[in-house]
């Protein structure tokens, strides 16, 4: 119970969480409702018989479905709203917020609809909570190279409102050396770049991230454990690691928490951080993912280690960390 409150109280950010998986099965049939959306469930309890993932593929077919309802500026705003109340909950002081914007415009929403109503949501989020936060467009990794080429397009009119962009989806296949040129542009934008990599790909994927990408944080890396010259690697280069713990146990990447390297990876001096990926997926918000991390053998001491990490590991300037301090 002491811990429980010590986890709370611990000043966190957030660095690795994709807003439409904070979708509560819920809200989705409510939305469903709204815009006129017909699923193949209709009650809750149809609905959550959809959650027994096997892997990433499994997940995020129901996770693409469900996208599906997000219609209106409004819905992105209320998504956003319902996210930084548990994220207050928790103890978060800063989040930077994956969405996937591809999706949407495939569902035939404008780009501007989108960013509209999250920026909205972050902005009255901000005032009521006092969380800072920022935007990161993902390009979707199994949809053609064009078409990521063409979403970036999209986003440079709206640069100035974007943190970065990364890349997420199906990994498997999908290696980040297709995205080189996508990536460069958006360096030149002076956008961040990160990228999903080493979830369930393998550590290889990772160096391509790192070489031809140039990202400067990988999102999960749990299999950079299996490289020791990439492990080296990271802690010289103060390159980050987004875990998300409750996500991989989900997604069967591993059946027991203890498998997972993060000791290793703090005791190598890699800047590893501790997320959630896709909440209301997965079965917690934040503060659970560090809870289940204690129920596993960690120590108190080791979460302030990530939660230091994911200060230093966001993309806000020095003296905006100092006061997170
Ligand atoms: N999109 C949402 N969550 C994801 C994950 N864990 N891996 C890849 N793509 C995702
Ligand atoms: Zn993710």
Request: with cysteine; net charge negative.
């Amino acid at each position: 119970a002491l811990e429980h409150q010590a986890i709370l109280d611990l000043p966190k950010t957030e660095l690795h969480i994709h807003i439409e998986g904070t979708l509560e099965p819920e809200l989705a049939l409510e939305l469903a409702a709204r815009n006129g959306i017909t699923l193949p469930w209709s009650t809750l309890e149809e609905l959550r018989a959809q959650y027994d993932f096997v892997n990433l593929q499994s997940f995020l077919d129901l996770y693409y479905q469900l996208m599906s309802t997000l219609r209106t500026a409004q819905d992105f705003r209320d998504l956003m709203l319902a996210y930084l109340e548990h994220a207050h909950h928790d103890g978060i002081r800063h989040a930077e917020i994956f969405f996937d914007p591809q999706v949407h415009i495939n569902n035939g929403l404008e780009f501007d609809t989108v960013m509209d109503g999250l920026l909205e949501g972050l902005s009255i989020g901000r005032e009521r909570y006092g969380i800072t936060g920022g935007l990161i467009a993902c390009i979707v990794r199994d949809l053609p190279v064009t078409s990521a080429m063409d979403t970036l397009k999209a986003l440079e009119s709206r640069r100035e409102d974007l943190l970065g962009i990364g890349l997420d989806s199906a990994e498997v296949g999908y290696p980040p050396s297709l995205f080189t040129e996508v990536f460069s542009r958006a360096r030149e934008l002076g956008l961040h770049v990160v990228a999903h990599a080493g979830e369930e790909g393998p550590a290889s994927y990772v160096i391509e991230a790192l070489d031809q990408l140039q990202v400067e944080r990988i999102d999960h890396g749990i299999r950079c454990s299996d490289d020791q010259d990439l492990m080296h690697r990271l802690a010289s280069s103060d390159i980050a690691l987004t875990s998300c713990p409750l996500s991989n146990r989900r997604l069967q990447v591993v059946q027991d928490l203890r498998e997972l390297p993060l000791h290793q990876f703090l005791e190598g001096g890699i800047r590893v951080t501790v997320n959630s990926d896709d909440p209301a997926y997965f079965g917690g918000y934040l503060a659970a993912n560090y809870e289940a991390l204690i129920d596993s053998g960690y120590s108190l001491r080791e979460c302030a280690a990530f939660c230091r990490n994911g200060i230093e590991a966001s993309f806000i300037g020095n003296r905006r960390q100092a006061v997170l301090f």
